[in-house]
């Protein structure tokens, strides 16, 4: 388990990550089994090419789940997450390593609430930010 960050510990520019993901093909079949998201672009390597595409892709909403979880483990045990945006920029396929990233930009507090606004992405291994987005965390205060 990590050790538990708390909103005094982070000010703006704070580096949170890096969380590295290796995909693969067989976790994009796992990953449609449990959305239900089956589209062949994600498994089907004839189809996606006669799509234009590389060869297969990542699901966009599994590399949401990625940024997710970068969230999750920086909010630790007694934070979590509040809010999540993230858009889709650029493709990844399986096979190459990404990178999950982020950024302390502001804390406040607001109704009795610790809360810290990040700027997240996802980068491909050229360091392109192909899934950029922004997270709010409320993290414990050691002032409560």
Not at 72 to 92: C, I, N, P
Request: charged residues 25%.
């Amino acid at each position: 388990m990590a050790k538990q960050i708390y909103f005094e510990d982070v000010e703006p520019g704070f580096e949170i990550g890096p969380l590295e993901k290796d995909p693969t093909t067989q976790q994009l079949v796992k990953y449609a089994g449990a959305s239900g998201d089956f589209y062949q672009i994600h498994y089907d390597k004839d189809f996606a090419i006669a799509n234009k595409l590389p060869g297969v892709i990542l699901h966009g909403a599994l590399k949401n789940g990625f940024l997710a979880q970068l969230m999750t483990d920086f909010a630790g045990e007694h934070g979590w997450l509040s809010k999540l945006s993230v858009q889709y920029r650029g493709m990844d396929v399986p096979g190459v390593k990404i990178v999950c990233k982020g950024r302390v930009v502001r804390k406040r507090v607001e109704n009795g609430r610790h809360l810290v606004d990040c700027e997240i992405w996802l980068e491909n291994a050229k360091g392109e930010k192909t899934t950029p987005g922004s997270a709010t965390v409320v993290l414990p205060s050691r002032a409560a």
